[in-house]
């Protein structure tokens, strides 16, 4: 399918389509609330009926967005959702990311598809390790953020030094959209800023529905809420440096953070929330190349592979890409060019997913996410296009720093568990590595964190019928390394060196004792960090 020159209508069209979308992801340290939130802003666009977490995870239904049985037996996120709905005529692209530090790679990949992020921060605790490891991805690639105070309907900590708790670690501004009225843990509702009105909340069916919310006048608020109300006041104008104009170019720029306040359980402050994403977030822009040159978004179809994901229909056992679209129009049955291998690529089966509900999409604008079926050619990092070649920077990988070697637990099945292996390594689920001494049958697993291993052994059993055994290894510091450092480390003690499969020679070391022993007995072996974006630096 050829997209020609395009006309001035159709140009039009494409900028007046991505304009109207807001493509965010929410990010937070774990038991923020992050798919609560996820799920109570589908609410609110009328996307589900009702919310699946309605009073602590104890008692929580299943979440929509979580899909695998890891994350509904543990009431975590491991996968990441792609939901996308309409409201208040933008469509809304909101990436569900892990919250678990050990799931930190598949973050920074869905971090690398959006325009902007949703930092949740629990109100007991503050800007907490993981939020602030994830601070720092957003703000190495100038995304803008929003701040979202959740759960204030639980005791937590006095809104002033949150506020103050923000600027002295993010250096970003804080510019208040709403304000709590009423302390943590005695959530009575917002002050709404822009429309200078108290909107109280109440909650409806233990926050399993929309919250009731009505509206008031300032001076109707000091009466029926008093020292609440005028607390809030003056907490929020101690804030405000200067008047109640927001300004949307600091926000954009990265030097200033609107602050929202909520109850994502109860529904509390949710509306606000996609008030303002759609009022304040950036629209889908041109996006820059490899080389650092913007691609138009009216220039022909081009797009990056975020998330490769696999499993997801266990009838089909699928095998999903999600491609964020950053120029053009993507049109179902269109054959683009894979920019890593020069093949053709048809996309036949092109479907928007929503945890595991499924709808085919026929077309879609720069900003949306769109999941192509049965994508087994394609990788993380990937790019995509029509016409007009271009390669988007590559996502890189994080620095594992836990290894386990891999063994079928029944050598009849080692197919399967080669198939197993390859396809989680596909995906990104873990990095895989390898030498001839091991040989295939005993592939090195490397991770982040060590319950990427439970996902990993728990994927082999179900998903592929090939339960297997790992065994720990010592290393702990991985650096990248050549062909030549295998045969000088072949016989040293608490080093080895293993090839990973996108051709990048990993020396792995005990401990940094080991690491700085090698670089003194071997100073001409290339041993190269990888990167600044570890998590764990």
Known sequence: MSQDVLSPARVNEIHKQAARRRTFAVISHPDAGKSTLTEALALHAKVIGTAGASSGKANRKETVSDWMQMEKD??????????????????????????????????????????????????????????????????????????????????????????????????????????????????????????????????????????????????????SQGNNWSDAVDEAGLVIESNLEFDVDAFHAGSATPILFSSAALNFGVKEILDALVDFAPPAAPRPDIEGSPRAVESPFSGFVFKVQAGMNKAHRDHVAFIRVCSGVFE?????????????????????????????????????????????????GDSLFLEDAVEYPAIPLFAPEHFQVARSKDPSKFKQFRRGIEQLEHEGVIQVLRSDVRGDQAPVLAAVG????????????????????????????????????????????????????????????????????????????????????????
């Not at 049955?333 to 509900?357: H, L």
């Not at 060196?497 to 072996?525: C, M, Q, T």
Request: glycine share 6%; net charge negative; aromatic share 8%.
């Open 74 to 223: 543990r009431g975590i996120s491991i996968s990441s959702a792609a939901l996308q709905f309409s409201y208040r005529d933008t469509v809304i692209n909101l990436l569900d990311t892990p919250g678990h530090a050990d799931f930190s790679e598949d973050t920074y990949r869905v971090l690398a598809a959006v325009d902007c992020a949703v930092m949740l921060v629990d109100a007991a605790k503050g800007l907490e390790t993981q939020t602030m490891k994830l601070f720092e991805v957003c703000k190495a690639r100038n995304l803008p953020i929003i701040t979202v105070i959740n759960k204030w309907d639980r005791p937590g900590l006095d809104a002033l030094a949150l506020m103050d708790e923000i600027t002295e670690r993010t250096g970003l501004q804080p510019m208040p959209l709403t304000w709590a009225v009423g302390i943590s843990g005695d959530f009575r509702g917002v002050w709404d800023l822009r429309n200078d009105r108290f909107a109280r909340f109440q909650r409806n069916n233990a926050g399993a529905n929309i919250a009731l919310t009505e509206y008031f006048t300032p001076e109707e608020a000091a009466e």
């Open 332 to 380: 179902r049955g269109m054959v683009v060019t894979q920019t890593r291998t020069g093949k053709s690529f048809a996309t036949k089966y092109a479907q928007q997913v929503f945890g595991r509900e499924r709808e085919v999409i026929d077309e879609a604008y720069p900003g949306d996410v769109v999941g192509l079926v049965n994508a087994s050619s394609l990788r993380v």
């Open 450 to 537: 060590p319950m990427q291993f439970e996902v990993v052994e728990d994927r082999m059993a179900h998903d592929f019928s090939a339960p297997m055994r790992l065994e720990r290894l010592p290393y702990s510091i991985a650096r990248i390394s050549t062909a030549d450092a295998m045969p000088a480390l072949a016989n040293v003690p608490g080093a080895e060196v293993l090839l990973r499969s996108d051709g990048e020679y990993l020396a792995l070391f005990n401990d940094v004792w080991a690491l700085r022993r090698i670089e003194k007995n071997h100073p001409d072996l290339t041993l190269v960090p990888i990167g600044t974006h570890n998590p764990a630096k």
